[in-house]
């Protein structure tokens, strides 16, 4: 035991706590007892299925009789593979100990590890199908689960996106007023069938506000104020409802959801975070914010949902229950439905999760990912939230030509949306570490209300912030009729409006007083969005940005947009105008503008660019508007870049230290491999009391076994859940394990003396084929494994002596030095 | 034992999945096509001295244009074509069933929870208290080292009555998922180390 200690007192350079490893601070769990060694399978999300699981005890158990066993076999053949040890060494008595080959929360999954779990599982499953009909029929049923869990998940996901959309639209409007006809109708649906004049078609006698209700009429100052009133009240009552029940039920279900979706993918564990009351409580919640008339929307928040549907619908399958590795390519498949029934976009939902969210992304995912879009948006559709049969509130159809000339003016949209992108993220990411490190992180629920009776207070009185973000977009991108009412079309008339054009195309127009107001208002909207969306994303509710930043950006391109199209109007001989913009012609569309702008700012917010230019005209329906898209695009990428490389995702990674290894990033100091020093288990000489008291007294989340202390020659891995697991068991059900029993990894066990109590063998847990690197092996070449392998750690030998370990924790740390940040903000120590 | 957990694990889904189904099956039933759902909406601007209209009918999808729909016509043969080109014609479709349906299971969801929070901040700890007195709520709290109140009411209820055993597998699990929430909570709200 003590030269355990004199070894670890030689510890070169720095010891690390190995693989990101993090002990509960939980008293009460840690000591050791059976509470801390509670298999995994008990905190395994939540709980809400056990409770509903106790009173379905009756109902068959044999229904998945192949699979149940699978733990066992997988845990044989694995052992039989690597080392080509006999399984006979394995206990046969010994049942397969529940919770072997699992993870702590908080911690990193070795995807090579997982990735050949699976493989060994499925050699199995198809040696077997020649055997029987019904191991073949197995075979059969496990190869299509896969895309049966993608079916599921895309009904699931829809019906959930159609609901959200249905009550968020109808809470909306419930903050102005309400449906005589039906309290559970909005605005729009109110109205559906009654008469209307011509002059009065935004309004209808069963749709009545709520002063109009108290006060009997709908004009005068009363009025106006009772509604103004009732519209903060509103407000406060969701925005609290939605903080405290977030608080209450499920602390997860607060903001977006995608920088951590992003690190779960790449590997990384959180527990709960995509369980049931997570999905229950923001399924509720997120429809409480967007209602309360706060800057964010539903589309961050929907991606989040539909990972945690994906992650439910996984615990069907034996699959991808029980491998961390498969589980991820049906999340990173959820993420493309996210987006798929936010945006109605399946193909740009698709390439999102590619482009943004995924780490690991074969091609199986992609078509399964496809797959999974296209039944959401088709469940989606089919609900029809908006009475459009469209997916989403925005869709716009225009088809007018932009011309060559008109690129510049896109052009500088994308250098407003790089240059808003990149002070958002500076802004935000400033404000976020001020809420986490001073007193203000103390009172979320006071921070939430104050915002929301800030939001409310400003933005009633100004009809462009008063609507949903959903609604001003469009607005926006709407492009002006001969029948528009809105203020955005206040154009003069022009007298001989019989010979004009007809329906869409109608030709430029001079600007008019309704138009006028409605432009000083849109500046004064996007002023307040800029601001308020900065304080508001982070907020310890459901929180989406997409919307709010493509609003900003909308309302950008549409004030461009009009002044375009007033420049062209009354200087139409101008040499740039002329030739395509005569005074009859419609030759600018200031709805292509707004739609540009909000491409080019959310952009620049998420760094997004092939999926974002899919996403949008996805949304237009248009293939023509792809040029200019893809300038403002590529805009406002670059210009954003030069201010900062990081998306609001990464440096919310960043911010909270999550464990992530951009895949995206080239690494380019250049060190050695060698740095790490750490506890190490031997082969056949160890007794079960000293490797507990060794597991007791470090932190590391593996051991390497080595063959003896003199000669550290590496035989293998042993990860500790699996080890405490292990011995845990042993105690509990072996006979004759004490604490002077020998722990023997080797193959043979060692000879030993007769009276002694028999040995304990582990063989089985351990990992036989570690990746290992030189001491001299360059670091960007080991950052390059640990990214491409997706590895959790790797052992440094020397002259075929193990030297140390390095993990992948030890490797963010390392970057982070390097880059001259602090390495301790790495994971939340 | 932990493959009777899975299995557990399984049916319960399987009865979530049940439960979902059924919904879809009761949904189906309320959205049964209302005659009210369908409408086709055609606007008229102005035309000459005619003033604009809005004309709504309840035809199907290819008979919605101008010429179906906008009865009587207010102006003569001649102008007709002129006066429908201006027209917007939008074909619509909705289910209020689906409309209602999501509405009131959104408010009893919401309703649900909000009665479960309630109970859980405010009524299960003053029912603790009248049932065990103050002596071993103290005696509790020493017992547990934990400054959240509430959170082991249930511990102290379960220990203190012997129950079917179902009922405790309930329980345990609740106060496992209050543990876990706790800890949540704990690290989002207190500590600021995820999700900030």
Same mark, same amino acid.
């Given at each position: 035991?003590?030269?355990?200690?004199?070894?670890?007192?030689?510890?070169?350079?720095?010891?690390?706590?190995?693989?990101?490893?993090?002990?509960?601070?939980?008293?009460?769990?840690?000591?050791?007892?059976?509470?801390?060694?509670?298999?995994?399978?008990?905190?395994?999300?939540?709980?809400?299925?056990?409770?509903?699981?106790?009173?379905?005890?009756?109902?068959?158990?044999?229904?998945?009789?192949?699979?149940?066993?699978?733990?066992?076999?997988?845990?044989?053949?694995?052992?039989?593979?690597?080392?080509?040890?006999?399984?006979?060494?394995?206990?046969?008595?010994?049942?397969?100990?529940?919770?072997?080959?699992?993870?702590?929360?908080?911690?990193?999954?070795?995807?090579?590890?997982?990735?050949?779990?699976?493989?060994?599982?499925?050699?199995?499953?198809?040696?077997?199908?020649?055997?029987?009909?019904?191991? $073949? *029929?197995?075979? !059969?049923?496990?190869?299509?689960?896969?895309? #049966?869990?993608?079916? +599921? @998940?895309?009904?699931? =996901?829809?019906?959930?996106?159609?609901?959200?959309?249905?009550?968020?639209?109808?809470?909306?409007?419930?903050?102005?007023?309400?449906?005589?006809?039906?309290?559970?109708?909005?605005?729009?649906?109110?109205?559906?069938?009654?008469?209307?004049?011509?002059?009065?078609?935004?309004?209808?006698?069963?749709?009545?506000?709520?002063?109009?209700?108290?006060?009997?009429?709908?004009?005068?100052?009363?009025?106006?104020?009772?509604?103004? $009133? *009732?519209?903060? !009240?509103?407000?406060?009552?969701?925005?609290? #409802?939605?903080?405290? +029940? @977030?608080?209450?039920? =499920?602390?997860?279900?607060?903001?977006?959801?995608?920088?951590?979706?992003?690190?779960?993918?790449?590997?990384?564990?959180?527990?709960?975070?995509?369980?049931?009351?997570?999905?229950?409580?923001?399924?509720?919640?997120?429809?409480?914010?967007?209602?309360?008339?706060?800057?964010?929307?539903?589309?961050?928040?929907?991606?989040?949902?539909?990972?945690?549907?994906?992650?439910?619908?996984?615990?069907?399958?034996?699959?991808?229950?029980?491998?961390?590795?498969?589980?991820?390519?049906?999340?990173?498949?959820?993420?493309?439905?996210? @987006?798929?029934?936010?945006?109605?976009?399946?193909?740009?939902?698709?390439?999102?999760?590619?482009?943004?969210?995924?780490?690991?992304?074969?091609?199986?995912?992609?078509?399964?990912?496809?797959?999974?879009?296209?039944?959401?948006?088709?469940?989606?559709?089919?609900?029809?939230?908006?009475?459009?049969?469209?997916?989403?509130?925005?869709?716009?159809?225009?088809?007018?030509?932009?011309?060559?000339?008109?690129?510049?003016?896109?052009?500088?949209?994308?250098?407003?949306?790089?240059?808003?992108?990149?002070?958002?993220?500076?802004?935000?990411?400033?404000?976020?570490?001020?809420?986490?490190?001073?007193?203000?992180?103390?009172?979320?629920?006071?921070?939430?209300?104050?915002?929301?009776?800030?939001?409310?207070?400003?933005?009633?009185?100004?009809?462009?912030?008063?609507?949903?973000?959903?609604?001003?977009?469009?607005?926006?991108?709407?492009?002006?009729?001969?029948?528009?009412?809105?203020?955005?079309?206040?154009?003069?008339?022009?007298?001989?409006?019989?010979?004009?054009?007809?329906?869409?195309?109608?030709?430029?127009?001079?600007?008019?007083?309704?138009?006028?107001?409605?432009?000083?208002?849109?500046?004064?909207?996007?002023?307040?969005?800029?601001?308020?969306?900065?304080?508001?994303?982070?907020?310890?509710?459901?929180?989406?940005?997409?919307?709010?930043?493509?609003?900003?950006?909308?309302?950008?391109?549409?004030?461009?947009?009009?002044?375009?199209?007033?420049?062209?109007?009354?200087?139409?001989?101008?040499?740039?105008?002329?030739?395509?913009?005569?005074?009859?012609?419609?030759?600018?569309?200031?709805?292509?503008?707004?739609?540009?702008?909000?491409?080019?700012?959310?952009?620049?917010?998420?760094?997004?660019?092939?999926?974002?230019?899919?996403?949008?005209?996805?949304?237009?329906?248009?293939?023509?508007?792809?040029?200019?898209?893809?300038?403002?695009?590529?805009?406002?990428?670059?210009?954003?870049?030069?201010?900062?490389?990081?998306?609001?995702?990464?440096?919310?990674?960043?911010?909270?230290?999550?464990?992530?290894?951009?895949?995206?990033?080239?690494?380019?100091?250049?060190?050695?491999?060698?740095?790490?020093?750490?506890?190490?288990?031997?082969?056949?000489?160890?007794?079960?009391?000293?490797?507990?008291?060794?597991?007791?007294?470090?932190?590391?989340?593996?051991?390497?076994?080595?063959?003896?202390?003199?000669?550290?020659?590496?035989?293998?891995?042993?990860?500790?859940?699996?080890?405490?697991?292990?011995?845990?068991?042993?105690?509990?059900?072996?006979?004759?394990?004490?604490?002077?029993?020998?722990?023997?990894?080797?193959?043979?066990?060692?000879?030993?003396?007769?009276?002694?109590?028999?040995?304990?063998?582990?063989?089985?847990?351990?990992?036989?084929?570690?990746?290992?690197?030189?001491?001299?092996?360059?670091?960007?070449?080991?950052?390059?494994?640990?990214?491409?392998?997706?590895?959790?750690?790797?052992?440094?030998?020397?002259?075929?002596?193990?030297?140390?370990?390095?993990?992948?924790?030890?490797?963010?740390?390392?970057?982070?030095?390097?880059?001259?940040?602090?390495?301790?903000?790495?994971?939340?120590? | 034992?932990?493959?009777?957990?899975?299995?557990?694990?399984?049916?319960?889904?399987?009865?979530?999945?049940?439960?979902?189904?059924?919904?879809?099956?009761?949904?189906?039933?309320?959205?049964?096509?209302?005659?009210?759902?369908?409408?086709?909406?055609?606007?008229?601007?102005?035309?000459?001295?005619?003033?604009?209209?809005?004309?709504?009918?309840?035809?199907?999808?290819?008979?919605?244009?101008?010429?179906?729909?906008?009865?009587?016509?207010?102006?003569?043969?001649?102008?007709?074509?002129?006066?429908?080109?201006?027209?917007?014609?939008?074909?619509?479709?909705?289910?209020?069933?689906?409309?209602?349906?999501?509405?009131?299971?959104?408010?009893?969801?919401?309703?649900?929870?909000?009665?479960?929070?309630?109970?859980?901040?405010?009524?299960?700890?003053?029912?603790?208290?009248?049932?065990?007195?103050?002596?071993?709520?103290?005696?509790?709290?020493?017992?547990?080292?934990?400054?959240?109140?509430?959170?082991?009411?249930?511990?102290?209820?379960?220990?203190?009555?012997?129950?079917?055993?179902?009922?405790?597998?309930?329980?345990?699990?609740?106060?496992?998922?209050?543990?876990?929430?706790?800890?949540?909570?704990?690290?989002?709200?207190?500590?600021?180390?995820?999700?900030?």
């Amino acid at each position: 035991m003590s030269d355990f200690w004199t070894r670890r007192g030689r510890a070169r350079v720095r010891t690390l706590r190995a693989g990101g490893f993090r002990m509960r601070e939980k008293p009460g769990c840690c000591d050791g007892g059976p509470e801390g060694l509670h298999p995994p399978s008990d905190d395994d999300d939540d709980d809400l299925v056990d409770i509903a699981g106790a009173t379905l005890d009756f109902s068959s158990t044999d229904d998945v009789p192949p699979l149940s066993s699978g733990g066992y076999e997988e845990h044989r053949s694995r052992a039989g593979m690597n080392g080509n040890g006999p399984s006979n060494l394995m206990d046969p008595l010994e049942d397969p100990v529940p919770g072997l080959g699992t993870y702590e929360d908080f911690n990193t999954i070795d995807w090579v590890r997982e990735k050949s779990k699976d493989r060994d599982r499925h050699r199995e499953i198809t040696k077997n199908s020649r055997r029987s009909t019904a191991a $073949l *029929l197995h075979s !059969v049923s496990d190869a299509f689960s896969g895309w #049966l869990l993608m079916l +599921l @998940v895309g009904l699931m =996901a829809g019906a959930l996106a159609g609901g959200i959309d249905i009550a968020a639209h109808w809470l909306t409007d419930m903050k102005e007023g309400v449906c005589l006809r039906g309290f559970w109708f909005n605005r729009e649906h109110c109205c559906w069938t009654s008469e209307t004049t011509f002059q009065d078609r935004d309004r209808c006698a069963v749709w009545q506000t709520w002063g109009e209700l108290i006060t009997g009429t709908s004009e005068g100052a009363l009025s106006y104020i009772l509604n103004y $009133l *009732l519209y903060i !009240v509103w407000a406060l009552l969701f925005a609290f #409802l939605a903080v405290t +029940l @977030v608080r209450a039920f =499920a602390p997860y279900a607060c903001g977006s959801g995608i920088p951590e979706i992003k690190t779960i993918l790449s590997g990384f564990i959180i527990r709960g975070y995509l369980g049931k009351w997570t999905l229950i409580t923001k399924t509720v919640t997120l429809v409480l914010a967007v209602s309360s008339g706060l800057s964010l929307g539903k589309e961050g928040p929907l991606v989040h949902v539909a990972c945690c549907c994906a992650n439910i619908l996984c615990h069907l399958f034996t699959k991808y229950r029980k491998n961390e590795a498969k589980r991820r390519e049906v999340l990173s498949a959820a993420a493309a439905v996210g @987006v798929s029934v936010a945006f109605g976009a399946p193909i740009g939902g698709v390439l999102f999760s590619l482009e943004e969210v995924s780490y690991y992304f074969p091609l199986k995912t992609l078509w399964r990912s496809f797959f999974a879009a296209l039944v959401a948006a088709f469940t989606l559709r089919s609900i029809n939230p908006f009475g459009n049969s469209r997916l989403v509130l925005f869709y716009v159809e225009f088809h007018t030509p932009w011309h060559l000339v008109e690129l510049l003016p896109f052009v500088l949209l994308g250098i407003f949306g790089g240059l808003w992108g990149a002070l958002f993220i500076r802004a935000n990411i400033a404000w976020c570490r001020i809420r986490k490190t001073t007193r203000l992180g103390r009172y979320p629920i006071v921070e939430v209300l104050a915002v929301t009776a800030v939001t409310a207070l400003v933005a009633y009185p100004n009809s462009y912030t008063r609507m949903s973000g959903a609604e001003l977009i469009s607005e926006l991108f709407n492009d002006c009729s001969l029948l528009d009412s809105s203020q955005l079309c206040g154009y003069q008339q022009p007298a001989n409006i019989s010979e004009t054009g007809v329906g869409n195309s109608l030709a430029d127009r001079p600007a008019g007083p309704g138009l006028y107001t409605a432009l000083w208002q849109l500046a004064l909207a996007l002023l307040f969005k800029m601001l308020i969306t900065v304080v508001t994303f982070g907020m310890k509710v459901p929180s989406g940005l997409f919307i709010p930043s493509m609003a900003v950006g909308a309302i950008a391109g549409r004030l461009l947009g009009v002044g375009m199209e007033q420049l062209a109007y009354y200087n139409h001989d101008w040499l740039i105008f002329r030739g395509w913009c005569t005074p009859e012609a419609d030759c600018i569309t200031p709805g292509l503008y707004a739609m540009v702008g909000a491409a080019a700012c959310l952009g620049g917010v998420t760094r997004m660019t092939v999926s974002l230019v899919v996403i949008m005209f996805e949304l237009t329906g248009g293939l023509e508007y792809i040029v200019p898209l893809m300038a403002a695009a590529m805009t406002s990428k670059w210009v954003a870049d030069a201010f900062g490389r990081e998306g609001i995702y990464e440096a919310h990674i960043r911010l909270n230290g999550y464990p992530f290894l951009e895949p995206k990033e080239e690494f380019e100091h250049s060190s050695l491999a060698v740095d790490v020093m750490l506890a190490l288990l031997t082969q056949e000489s160890m007794t079960v009391g000293e490797v507990e008291a060794l597991v007791e007294n470090t932190r590391y989340s593996g051991f390497p076994v080595v063959v003896s202390q003199e000669s550290p020659r590496l035989v293998g891995f042993v990860l500790r859940r699996d080890l405490v697991i292990s011995i845990d068991n042993a105690r509990k059900r072996q006979d004759g394990v004490v604490s002077a029993s020998l722990v023997v990894f080797s193959e043979h066990a060692p000879p030993q003396a007769s009276d002694g109590p028999p040995p304990l063998r582990l063989r089985g847990i351990m990992d036989l084929s570690p990746f290992t690197v030189t001491d001299h092996t360059p670091m960007d070449i080991t950052v390059d494994i640990f990214r491409k392998l997706g590895l959790r750690q790797c052992l440094v030998t020397h002259n075929g002596r193990l030297l140390g370990i390095i993990t992948k924790k030890d490797i963010l740390k390392h970057m982070a030095q390097m880059a001259n940040r602090d390495p301790d903000s790495i994971l939340f120590n | 034992f932990e493959h009777h957990r899975y299995d557990l694990k399984m049916k319960s889904l399987f009865f979530i999945e049940s439960v979902f189904l059924a919904g879809v099956v009761l949904l189906s039933q309320v959205t049964a096509k209302n005659s009210e759902d369908i409408r086709c909406k055609c606007i008229c601007p102005p035309y000459k001295d005619v003033e604009g209209q809005i004309y709504k009918q309840n035809v199907s999808l290819k008979d919605c244009n101008c010429l179906h729909v906008v009865d009587p016509m207010p102006v003569d043969g001649k102008d007709v074509e002129a006066y429908c080109l201006r027209c917007e014609c939008k074909y619509e479709e909705r289910s209020s069933g689906t409309i209602k349906f999501t509405i009131i299971m959104y408010l009893s969801i919401l309703g649900l929870l909000l009665l479960y929070m309630v109970y859980l901040t405010l009524l299960e700890p003053m029912l603790k208290r009248r049932l065990f007195g103050h002596s071993q709520l103290i005696q509790n709290y020493d017992d547990v080292g934990d400054q959240q109140p509430f959170a082991n009411a249930h511990n102290v209820l379960s220990r203190s009555h012997s129950r079917p055993s179902m009922l405790n597998k309930v329980e345990h699990a609740q106060q496992r998922w209050r543990r876990q929430v706790q800890e949540q909570r704990k690290s989002v709200f207190d500590r600021h180390v995820v999700l900030s």
